[in-house]
Every structure is written in structure tokens, then in C-alpha cells.
């Protein structure tokens, strides 16, 4: 923090501005959260205090990494190591859905590992965790269990540099060697029903657009048609469904020839806040939008501005989905939330009779509209990786799934 202070000189009543730094970050030595206190020079320059600054989180930066690699042996318990790291290297600003994941990956190990310490650990226990952690569960690189690995992996990593360790627990290509031949068989056996099929079918996919496109909205039934509208724009862009919950009507552009949403925002659902960008940091631009689901969200904004007169609220932040169910939340600027999305979904698949109703969410629309992207630009698929927020790697390895139907009408008989 630069610190402005104002010196005033009586007796030529003249008044001198100063800038001073000053930096007081929590010790990670002390167990009752004391601070450091990192008091800098007055400086008549701006940029000489920020240079000093600067200085000052460096040397607390080597300070930490000092402290990190004093504070942990080969006794210490592997919760506590995995804490002091995290919290040694953590950023300044994590986002609270980072630090929730810390917090359950200490829960984790809480749970499987007990109180083990690092010289207790050895290769054979991390081998049981992922299969028994894995059990009914994706497999693949984006997974829970690739990220918790890999968390580890790089904890293990940083002891083996300094030499507190002799070995990384966790080999490199965890998921090959781990999830590969017997191990994986050993997991589908317990999983007969593999989870990694998530992905409608072309008949449910487009039953579910056409049926949604086609609602019948109107003044007395549009506060309940919220979530079917989200939804239906998730199943034509494949959003994440943070960003979805994120959308303006301000969002919605028109290029002379079609109507898309200019992406720039998303929502944390769990602490009820809009993060200011994408998942992956920048804009983007999705899929062009059929003319007929463009009268829908208009006449749902016309139908949502009488509402909000009649109740006396304002939607400050231009929501699509605000809470319109709940006026408390909508006045607070709350849009409606991914379980109530689910849920919704659910209900249609159920009533439609969709492969996997009972397993399906949001995401399933995503992964099909990645699916059909791949299928219709199989030339360009850093444009569909594009349109899906994704580099085309990631893009490929995580989302592009068949389609249940597509296989069954592919399948030959080699001679």
C-alpha cells in the first residue's frame, strides 16, 4: 500500500505532499497470524515509494520460501506440508473457489492419509487413493482426481529440489500409468456404466431445442420459464454455466447478419459474486443464435422490466437470468442458480424420456455442442475451440465425445 501524507509548514504556510510504503503481510511463521511490518522511506515521488514496494514483497516472497523450507522434514505430517506450501506460494488474490479447493484437498488427505508423514508415504498408498478415490468417476485430464494428483505431483516436486525428499511419490504421467491395463480394469469393473459418455443424442439434443424454442411465453407464465430459457441458450452456445448465469442483455450483439453473445463475465454461485472475466482470462464471441430464440429473450426482457416495475426493483446489473422468483435476490442482483438449472433440466429429460435423464446437467449440453462442432468444422477446430472458450488441445481431449447413435450407425465388420 503507498501511503499519501500531507505535511503542512506553519510558518511559510506552505503544504508538502510525501509518498511512503508500506507492506504488512501475515507472518507464515506465526501460529497467531502476526504481521510483518515493512514501514519504507518518504519519498516526494510516486514512483520511488512503488519501486520500494515492490522491493518489499520481494524480499517477503524469499522470506516465505525460507521459512517454507526450514518448517518442513521428512517428520513433518503430509497435511501440514501440502498447507505451508499452498500457503507459501498461494497469490494475493485467489480466487475463493481456489482456496475451497485447498481447503477440500486437506479434508482429503485428512481423510485417506490420516496422519501420515512424508517419511511414511511411498508410491503403493497414492496408487490406492486414486483407484478408490476414482471409483464411479472420470478418468480423464481434466478430472478431479488428474487435479488432486497433479496438486500433489507438484508439492512432491518442490521437496525433492530441496532435497527433503529423494523421490516423487507420483510419477509424471500418473493418469497413463495409474489408470492404464489392470488398473483401469480393476476401476471399470467396479463402474460397468462408464461416466465419460456425456453427451445427448442427436434425437434428444434436438427435442430439446425444438421443444424449448417453441414455449409459449407469456406475462403469467415467463417468471417460471427462466430457467428453461438459460437453458435452451446453453443448449445452442454450450456455455459454461457460470458464464451463462453472467449474461446481460447488453451482452446480446448483432453483427448485420446474425445475433450472437459477446462472453466477458462469469458467476460463482457458491459466494455469490461475478469474477470480471471468463474462466480462461479473456472475451470471446459464441455460436450465432436462431432469430426465433432472439424474439424469445426479447419478449422475456419486456415481460422482466414490467415485473420489476410492479415490485419496485431494479436490475442494475442488465441479468437476463436474475432471481425473479425470489424478490429478496433480485433486488440484491442475484442471478438464479445452476441447481435450480439441473433441476429443471432433469425434470425435461425425465418427461422426454433422454438417455441418462437421471444423470444429466448442464454440462452434458456443453460437451454436445463441442461434439457437433467437431463434426461440422473437423477442419478448423481451433475456430470450434474458439467458440467453446478452449485451446484446441484441451479442446479435443476434454469435451469431443461421441455420440451414442453415431456409433451404433458406424459400426462395421472389418473383413
Not at 478408490?132 to 505431483?153: D, E, P, R, V, W
Not at 470471446?284 to 422482466?304: G, H, S, V
Amino acid at each position: 500500500m503507498i501511503k499519501k501524507i500531507i505535511t503542512h509548514i506553519d510558518n511559510k504556510n506552505k503544504t508538502v505532499l510525501f509518498y511512503q510504503a508500506v507492506y504488512q503481510p501475515r507472518d507464515p511463521a506465526s501460529l497467531i497470524g502476526k504481521r510483518k511490518n515493512y514501514i519504507g522511506s518518504r519519498f516526494d515521488s510516486l514512483q520511488q515509494a512503488q519501486d520500494q514496494e515492490k522491493s518489499f514483497i520481494a524480499d517477503f516472497t524469499a522470506y516465505k520460501k525460507s521459512i517454507l523450507s526450514d518448517s518442513i522434514t521428512l517428520k513433518s505430517t503430509f497435511a501440514d506440508a501440502y498447507y505451508r506450501f499452498y500457503l507459501s506460494n498461494s497469490a494475493p488474490r485467489r480466487e475463493p473457489r481456489t482456496i475451497d479447493f485447498y481447503h477440500y484437498e486437506l479434508r482429503l488427505i485428512g481423510h485417506y492419509f490420516k496422519n501420515k508423514t512424508l517419511g511414511d508415504l511411498n508410491e503403493t498408498m497414492f496408487k490406492r487413493f486414486a483407484i478408490q478415490y476414482s471409483i464411479g468417476k472420470s478418468k480423464s485430464a481434466g478430472s478431479a482426481i488428474a487435479k488432486h494428483l497433479g496438486q500433489f505431483h507438484k508439492l512432491f516436486d518442490y521437496l525433492v529440489d530441496r532435497g527433503i525428499l529423494s523421490t516423487n511419490f507420483i510419477p509424471k504421467n500418473y493418469l497413463r500409468i495409474w489408470f492404464g491395463g489392470g488398473i483401469r480394469f480393476n476401476i471399470e469393473n467396479h463402474h460397468k456404466k462408464s461416466v465419460l459418455d456425456r453427451v445427448l443424442t442427436s434425437k434428444d439434443i434436438h427435442c430439446l431445442r425444438n421443444q424449448l424454442t417453441n414455449t409459449n411465453l407469456t406475462y403469467e407464465n415467463f417468471r417460471y420459464m427462466t430457467s428453461r430459457l438459460a437453458i435452451l441458450i446453453d443448449a445452442v452456445t454450450g456455455l459454461r454455466p457460470a458464464e451463462v448465469l453472467a449474461l446481460k442483455f447488453s451482452d446480446l450483439k448483432f453483427d448485420g447478419h446474425n445475433y450472437y453473445f459477446h462472453i466477458h463475465d462469469s458467476y460463482d454461485d457458491l459466494h455469490h459474486i461475478f469474477n470480471g472475466r471468463t474462466k480462461t482470462g479473456y472475451d470471446r464471441e459464441t455460436l450465432a443464435i436462431n432469430p426465433r430464440i432472439i424474439k424469445l429473450i426479447k419478449r422475456y426482457m419486456n415481460f422482466q422490466t414490467l415485473l420489476l416495475k410492479e415490485i419496485k426493483t431494479e436490475n442494475s446489473g442488465q441479468l437476463i437470468f436474475l432471481n425473479i422468483n425470489d424478490y429478496q435476490k433480485a433486488g440484491m442482483g442475484y442471478p438464479i442458480t445452476q441447481a435450480a438449472l439441473n433441476k429443471t433440466l432433469k425434470i425435461f429429460a425425465r418427461k422426454y424420456q433422454f438417455e441418462n435423464a437421471d444423470k444429466i446437467s448442464l454440462y452434458f449440453l456443453r460437451h454436445t455442442v463441442a461434439t457437433e462442432l467437431f463434426h461440422q468444422l473437423p477442419d478448423r477446430l481451433e475456430v470450434a475451440a474458439q467458440f467453446m472458450g478452449h485451446s484446441t488441445e484441451m479442446f479435443i481431449k476434454t469435451y469431443v465425445r461421441p455420440q451414442t447413435d453415431e456409433i451404433s450407425s458406424h459400426r462395421i465388420q472389418l473383413s
